[in-house]
């Protein structure tokens, strides 16, 4: 499966963004989705998770409350909209995929599948 991801862009504390990961085939709900973030000098952390069917959701400490993951799968899409946002948020996110259900959905190992990766800017 390939990923793309968009969305992102330059945006005040404060403000939201919507971001967007399309993904291609036929097979999209057999796919678990996550979303990943990396800032300048730092690994890639977790931040959200999605299951097969939409119904379950993880998120990392640091945006539950703020972020929400979601799925289309009728429209092959996995979406993070990201209110709130906090300068502490920029990085680049990149979306994730892997074939089935998994237990370990923070782990960016457990991911077969990767995105290119969008830049989200928050301004102080």
């Known amino acids: 499966v390939q990923l793309q991801a968009s969305g992102g862009g330059l945006v005040q504390a404060g403000g939201s963004l919507r971001l967007s990961c399309l993904a291609s085939?036929?097979?999209?709900?057999?796919?678990?989705m996550g979303w990943f973030r990396q800032a300048p000098g730092k690994e890639r952390e977790f931040v959200a998770h999605?299951?097969?069917?939409?119904?379950?959701?993880y998120y990392a400490d640091s945006v539950e409350g703020r972020f929400t993951i979601s799925r289309e799968n009728a429209k092959n899409t996995v979406y993070l909209q990201m209110n709130s946002l906090k300068p502490e948020d920029t990085a680049v996110y990149y979306c994730?995929?892997?074939?089935?259900?998994?237990?370990?959905?923070?782990?960016?190992?457990?991911?077969?599948?990767w995105g290119q990766g969008t830049q989200v800017t928050v301004s102080s």
């Open positions: 994730a995929a892997v074939w089935g259900r998994t237990s370990d959905y923070s782990r960016g190992s457990r991911y077969t599948y």
């Open positions: 085939g036929r097979t999209f709900s057999s796919y678990t």
């Open positions: 999605v299951s097969l069917s939409g119904r379950t959701t």
